[in-house]
């Protein structure tokens, strides 16, 4: 029981103290955010061997404050420099920059590899590629390689607009109701036009247009059409 409760209580601490840090120590992250993160889990894991959960979460806060003076200053340029890594340019024009390669440690095919997930196969149609200082590698295609724009053709297109979801795994998710300014009388009338029912919907959407997509949980059945083929065991 007492190992349950010192657990419990490590966790929560832990939590807490990642929680205060914010989203940026466990996103993309720097050399000294991974420190900071392994630091902070062996302080906050070494009460579960021993008595001392005191002095390991004031440990823990000392790291917390410590890191958080870290992200203060990197936001002065001078200082960034010098607390984090600078971008390395690993392709230029469509030739590979060997000393760039070297100094990431980065063999060839590892490269290609990284390319290929982001789908460039010929370096030559390559502007630049660089890896960034969090370890990322951004690559930016010759003018004649990219994908046509709209603005390219000087067409005019509607404005991007992101599907609201409303209910999500059966569960409805009132906040964004609240923020178009709907009740859940409105989406339940909307549900029996429909024949649906809240706890069969995977995720229904309120669309540009007003009208709700819905992803129940029934799949269809497409007859071995070979068009709708799902690799695995289960198709």
Do not use: C
């Amino acid at each position: 029981m007492e190992a349950l409760y010192r657990t419990f209580l490590v966790f929560v601490a832990g939590y807490l103290f990642i929680r205060f840090t914010g989203k940026k120590a466990v996103a993309q992250m720097h050399t000294f955010d991974i420190l900071y993160i392994l630091i902070l889990t062996n302080i906050i894991s070494a009460p579960v061997e021993d008595n001392n959960i005191g002095k390991a979460i004031i440990y823990a806060g000392i790291t917390v404050i410590l890191y958080k003076i870290f992200i203060r200053l990197s936001l002065h340029n001078k200082l960034r420099w010098i607390i984090y890594e600078s971008p390395t340019v690993l392709i230029h024009n469509g030739d590979i920059d060997r000393k760039g390669l070297k100094r990431v440690r980065m063999p060839m095919n590892e490269l290609l590899s990284q390319l290929r997930v982001k789908g460039y196969t010929d370096i030559q149609s390559i502007s630049i590629a660089v890896m960034e200082e969090t370890g990322n590698i951004s690559v930016i295609p010759k003018s004649e390689y990219r994908p046509v724009q709209p603005n390219d053709l000087n067409l005019q297109v509607k404005k991007e607009f992101i599907p609201i979801p409303l209910i999500m795994d059966g569960q409805i998710i009132y906040h964004n109701l609240k923020y178009l300014q709907l009740d859940r009388e409105w989406l339940i009338n909307e549900l029996e036009n429909k024949g649906e029912l809240v706890e069969n919907i995977t995720l229904a959407t309120l669309l540009d247009d007003g009208k709700l997509f819905i992803d129940n949980n029934e799949e269809k059945d497409y007859k071995s059409n070979p068009f709708y083929y799902k690799p695995g065991k289960d198709n």
